[in-house]
C-alpha cells in the first residue's frame, strides 16, 4: 500500500513547493493526475524560527519546536512518511531534539535526514569522487552537519568557501533586497552572480562536484553554470520520499 507523504514546508516557502515539484517530476505515473502520490505540503513560516540564527545563537528559540508542531500536524491528518526541505533544520541541534520531541509523542513515521540521504546518493552515484565543494548558509557551514556526515568513514573531503566567501553566499540567500529568500521568482542577477563566483573557486579549488546546501540555491542554480555536476539535496530528498511512499513509482536517474 502507498504511503502518504508530508512536507514540513516555510523553510523557505519556495522550498517546500520545490520539494513537492521534485517529487512529481520523480513519480513515473501513466499520464493521468489519479496516479500521483498523495502528498501534504503544511507552510507555517511564522511558526519556526530562522535556523541559522538559532545555529549562531543559542540563547534563541530552537526552531525545533516550531517544525515538531508541524509535524505533529501532518501526523493528525495523515502524513507516514515526511521531509523537511531545509539543510540546516538537519544540524543535530536542531534535528535531534526534533526526534526525541516525535519519540514521546509515540508518532509512528519515518522522517527523512536529508543530509542522510545525500550521502547515500553520493555513495551511489559518485563512489569515485573525493572532493565535494559546499555551497551553504553560515549555520549550515558553522555546524559542520555536512562534514560530519560527508567525512564520517573518510569518504569525502567536503570544500568550503573561504571565510570571505560564505557571507556572499549567505547574502544572496537572506539578503532582503536581492537574496533569493526576498526575491525567488525570479531569482535576482546579483543572488546568481555571488553563487556562481564562489562556486566557480570551489572548483579551482579542486572540488569535483558541487553541492547546493540551502534549499534556496537550486531556484537559482542549474547545471549551465558550472563544469563539475550539480548536487540538489532536495531532489534527493524527493526521490527518497517518493522510494518510501512507493517504490514501483520511482523514476530512474
Do not use: W
Not at 526534533?98 to 535526514?113: K, Y
Amino acid at each position: 500500500m502507498k504511503k502518504i507523504i508530508g512536507i514540513v514546508g516555510g523553510v523557505g516557502p519556495y522550498a517546500g513547493l520545490d520539494l513537492h515539484t521534485k517529487i512529481c517530476n520523480n513519480t513515473v505515473t501513466t499520464g493521468i493526475d489519479q496516479d500521483h502520490l498523495e502528498v501534504y505540503l503544511l507552510s507555517r513560516s511564522a511558526h519556526i524560527p530562522d535556523r541559522t540564527a538559532f545555529l549562531l545563537d543559542r540563547t534563541l528559540p530552537n526552531p525545533a519546536h516550531g517544525i515538531f508542531t508541524t509535524v505533529a500536524k501532518l501526523v493528525y491528518i495523515g502524513a507516514q512518511v515526511i521531509g523537511i526541505p531545509c539543510n540546516t533544520s538537519h544540524a543535530l541541534p536542531i534535528f535531534q531534539p526534533l526526534r526525541e520531541q516525535i519519540t514521546q509523542a509515540g508518532f509512528n513515521i519515518e522522517l527523512l535526514h536529508m543530509i542522510e540521504e545525500t550521502y547515500h546518493f553520493l555513495q551511489s552515484q559518485y563512489a569515485h569522487i573525493s572532493k565535494i565543494g559546499l555551497l551553504a548558509t553560515q549555520g549550515t557551514y558553522f555546524s559542520g552537519v555536512y562534514a560530519e556526515i560527508l567525512e564520517s568513514e573518510h569518504k569525502y573531503h567536503v570544500l568550503l568557501p573561504t571565510e570571505v566567501q560564505r557571507p556572499l553566499v549567505h547574502q544572496a540567500i537572506y539578503h532582503p533586497e536581492y537574496g533569493i529568500k526576498a526575491r525567488a521568482n525570479p531569482v535576482t542577477a546579483k543572488a546568481i552572480q555571488a553563487l556562481t563566483d564562489v562556486g566557480n573557486s570551489l572548483i579551482a579549488a579542486g572540488a569535483e562536484v558541487l553541492i547546493m546546501g540551502c534549499t534556496e540555491i537550486p531556484l537559482a542554480l542549474n547545471r549551465a553554470h558550472f563544469s563539475v555536476p550539480l548536487i540538489d539535496p532536495t531532489d534527493i530528498l524527493a526521490r527518497a520520499l517518493v522510494h518510501r511512499a512507493a517504490p514501483d513509482q520511482l523514476a530512474q536517474i
